[in-house]
């Protein structure tokens, strides 16, 4: 584990467990803003199971969300990882300082190297820029969300910047949405029922950006809508994981390339690509404040 910090925020981020951010706490108060270890920490195989392993903290998932099958060749005929690969094995640190730490890894289903630099850019704003590489001969689709389960006790509110805001479910239900109405509740600031998770998706937002209100701080994503341009959003009252007595509440806000967790879920178009030798490139902010 390494430590990154500013005046405000302590970061641990765990290069060998899939490069995820374990923990984000404020140093003033010891207030631990993501779901703790709910396992001992260890390297996921390539091939391993992401859900016997601890689940905890901020992942990012690429090339997928969802377990299932790529949709181009010559890839149509492997099984891609629940929670995608990064997820898995170990990221080689390239540079580590106090305030930032630079990882890579190279994709083992797809021909491309990743590059994740996670980093302060003041007291109270990290920031993570990422870059996939295309090694390979044709170009390829993938997916991107970011995974930061975040631990909400009782109250909160989300915040979306106004627009024509969609709600779509996933898997999906067939129904249409308008955020924040979604199955008789408002999820802007009322919970799911207890003991169940949702996932939906938010497009036809008009600003990069998204805030989580809790009863002493807020929590804002940016991002840029031209490469993140929606907002995924994973509601969890007790309901995960499933069998009762290790269940936890939180809330993943989870800004995205495309309103799926599956590659085959949707029409080509809505999911970005890198051409061969080419290169995708976005980066996303998270500001804590104290409200």
């Not at 689709?141 to 909160?156: G, K, M, N, R, T």
Request: hydrophobic share 40%; with cysteine.
């Amino acid at each position: 584990m390494l430590v990154i910090e500013s005046e405000k925020l302590a970061v641990e981020v765990l290069p060998e467990v899939g490069g995820k951010i374990g923990q984000i706490r404020e140093k003033i108060s010891g207030r631990s803003f993501l779901v703790p270890p709910q396992r001992p920490y260890c390297t996921i195989p390539v091939d391993g199971d992401w859900l016997k392993h601890d689940i905890s903290g901020m992942d990012d998932c690429f090339p997928n969300v969802a377990a299932g099958q790529h949709p181009d060749a010559p890839w149509n005929d492997v099984r891609l990882l629940d929670l995608g690969e990064w997820t898995h094995g170990a990221w080689e640190v390239l540079k580590f300082a106090s305030t930032d730490i630079v990882m890579t890894m190279m994709g083992t289903v797809l021909p491309y190297t990743a590059t994740k630099t996670i980093r302060f850019v003041n007291d109270d704003t990290l920031e993570i820029d990422y870059v996939v590489e295309n090694h390979g001969d044709t170009s390829f689709h993938y997916l991107w969300s970011a995974h930061p389960l975040i631990s909400v006790a009782e109250d909160f509110e989300l915040r979306i910047p106004q627009g024509k805001l969609n709600v779509r479910v996933f898997p999906p239900d067939g129904f249409r949405h308008n955020w924040p109405m979604c199955r008789g509740v408002r999820l802007s600031d009322e919970w799911i029922p207890r003991h169940t998770t949702l996932k939906v998706f938010i497009t036809g937002i008009s600003e990069g950006w998204c805030t989580l209100l809790l009863p002493a701080h807020r929590l804002k994503f940016t991002f840029d809508l031209e490469t993140a341009p929606v907002v995924g959003v994973w509601f969890n009252n007790f309901g995960f994981p499933s069998g009762g007595k290790e269940a936890f509440r939180c809330i993943a806000i989870e800004p995205c390339t495309s309103p799926s967790d599956l590659l085959d879920d949707l029409p080509a178009a809505a999911y970005p690509s890198i051409e061969a030798g080419g290169r995708a490139q976005w980066k996303m902010q998270l500001q804590i404040l104290r409200r």
